[in-house]
């Protein structure tokens, strides 16, 4: 009596393993299938960074160049040759 009962148990124990072997199969496909979500929102997460490099970069170059403008600007207001036509230059302050 105790051999037909300890296979009953068994094969109860292995149908209910089986039965439960389908869900862990959904929970692999579901887990591929946030893998490849989080896969694409990092290349979009990607490209905005990139997208940003390149605002940041060109920001740099317009601020150089308006650097460059400040500098040609400044030396040309200091420079005493830069008089409008028909002008006399100033002459220094004597003491």
């Known amino acids: 009596m105790r051999k037909p009962f ?4 068994m094969l109860a124990a292995t149908m209910g393993l089986a039965a439960c072997d389908k ?3 959904d929970k692999a496909q579901d887990a ?4 490849e979500k989080a896969q694409e ?3 979009d997460a990607q490209d905005k960074v990139n997208e940003a490099n390149e605002e940041k970069a060109k920001a740099a170059a317009d601020q150089a160049e308006a650097q460059q403008k400040a500098a040609e600007e400044a030396r040309d207001s200091s420079s ?3 008089t409008p ?7 220094p302050a004597k003491q």
């Not at 036509?85 to 002459?91: D, F, L, R, T, Y």
């Open 6 to 9: 300890a296979f009953a148990l």
């Open 23 to 25: 869900a862990s199969e």
């Open 32 to 35: 591929q299938q946030h893998a």
């Open 41 to 43: 929102k990092m290349g």
């Open 80 to 82: 005493p040759t830069n």
């Open 85 to 91: 036509p028909g002008s006399v230059p100033a002459e």
